[in-house]
């Protein structure tokens, strides 16, 4: 268990629609990451925060925002949800955010739009 | 450019059998952190090992041992006595010193089945 926790587990939903995945990072860490894995575009990431902010931006669509909340939790928003947007999203935390740091990984939300 | 490759896409074992991972990296930095995360069936991804590029030392922990290579960019992860809990996806990771992007650059990842 790396102690980071994701909710929910699992999400079907149909395209159009909008959904919000939850990450609770570890405790004292800072930092949270997204990525998205999917079968023909490995993992990617997706947005990293620190402390409340943005600090890196990756291969995020503009149907997707995130954010980092004061108790430290993040959320992530997809929207205008496509078939190709099923995939499993994971959250990562590290303490500080910084090159050294070592990414823990929640359990991830699998997505499945149809 | 940053670049992850995982040229072994799946590897098929019997258990006891020794069997080491391929990962070879590109960067141009000097510094830099190398990655190895273990996903087994049920999805989540799992903390293996760090590696910074200033420590060639090779590392064994049990059964798992890496091997860095700065000469031929490479950090080879080898089971020793292959276990069936072993089968999982293993994925080698980098990660540089950008500025501000902490990103990680992830190979493709090599499945690897264990049989009994």
């Known amino acids: 268990d790396s102690g980071v926790t994701q909710t929910p587990k699992h999400l079907i939903t149909a395209t159009g629609q909008r959904v919000t995945l939850r990450c609770s990072p570890r405790?004292?860490?800072?930092?949270v990451y997204w990525y998205q894995q999917s079968l023909d575009q490995g993992l990617q990431f997706l947005i990293q925060y620190y402390n409340g902010e943005e600090r890196a931006k990756g291969n995020i669509l503009e149907r997707f925002s995130a954010q980092q909340f004061p108790d430290l939790h993040s959320e992530l928003n997809l929207s205008s949800l496509e078939l190709g947007d099923s995939a499993l999203y994971f959250c990562?935390?590290?303490?500080?955010?910084?090159?050294?740091?070592?990414?823990?990984f929640g359990p991830g939300t699998r997505l499945t739009v149809l | 450019a940053q670049k992850v490759t995982q040229a072994q896409t799946e590897i098929s074992v019997v258990e006891k059998e020794d069997v080491t991972l391929d990962c070879v990296y590109e960067t141009r930095d000097t510094t830099y952190y190398l990655f190895w995360y273990k996903q087994p069936p049920s999805g989540e991804l799992v903390f293996l090992i760090r590696r910074n590029s200033f420590d060639e030392q090779n590392e064994i922990s049990g059964r798992y041992s890496w091997n860095f290579q700065k000469s031929t960019s490479s950090f080879n992860f080898t089971i020793t006595a292959s276990q069936v809990v072993d089968s999982a996806v293993y994925f080698c990771?980098?990660?540089?010193?950008?500025?501000?992007?902490?990103?990680?650059?992830w190979g493709l990842g090599t499945s690897l089945a264990v049989n009994p």
């Open positions: 990771a980098l990660r540089i010193n950008a500025g501000n992007n902490r990103k990680l650059i």
């Open positions: 405790s004292g860490d800072l930092s």
């Open positions: 990562a935390s590290s303490p500080s955010g910084g090159n050294s740091d070592t990414q823990y």
